[in-house]
């Protein structure tokens, strides 16, 4: 049976996404040699160097589904590299910050310096850096989206 349209744009679209992840293999490797860290535990701790957040907040701006936010959150904290604790206003709320440890970690990260990626989106223009990442959060979107549907189903059953 030939392939419709449809199908080949699926195929090209899994392929682009596989390429993508073989890409970013190079820059786990790196983040685990330096702090035995996975790529998405470094961006937690990225993400809360810059400010504390909620519990739900980094979840939510690191396109993680809550279980899949709370069980990073477990690992880290489990190490010291992150505190949590309730919101003093709002006590559903559960605050995350860096510990010390934490901040002495993601500071030490080489993530994307000296890397072809890094090279590759430096010679980009700025147009083509926005199409892309915005092609990009489009696609993690609709993979959480599923992933949220799914988890109701399931509690639902």
Same mark, same amino acid.
């Given at each position: ?28 490797? %790196?983040?685990?040699? *330096? *702090? ?15 400010? =504390? ?11 993680? *589904? =809550? ?10 904290? $489990? ?33 994307? $310096?000296?890397? =072809? ?11 083509? %850096? ?25 509690? $639902? *059953?």
């Amino acid at each position: 049976m030939a392939a419709t349209n449809s199908d080949d744009s699926r195929l090209r679209l899994l392929r682009a996404y596989l390429d993508a992840v073989t890409l970013s293999e190079a820059i786990q490797t %790196r983040i685990w040699h *330096a *702090a035995e860290l996975t790529l998405a535990q470094a961006r937690v701790l990225r993400r809360l160097a810059k400010e =504390p957040r909620s519990l739900g907040q980094l979840g939510t701006d690191l396109l993680l *589904a =809550p279980p899949s936010m709370t069980r990073l959150a477990d690992r880290l904290e $489990e190490r010291g590299l992150i505190a949590r604790s309730r919101d003093a206003e709002d006590r559903r709320k559960v605050l995350v910050t860096l510990t010390a440890e934490g901040r002495r970690l993601v500071s030490a990260i080489p993530i994307f $310096e000296g890397t =072809p990626i890094r090279a590759a989106v430096d010679r980009m223009t700025v147009g083509d %850096r926005e199409r892309i990442a915005a092609a990009m959060r489009e696609f993690s979107a609709a993979v959480i989206k599923v992933e949220e549907e799914s988890l109701l189903v399931e509690t $639902e *059953a």
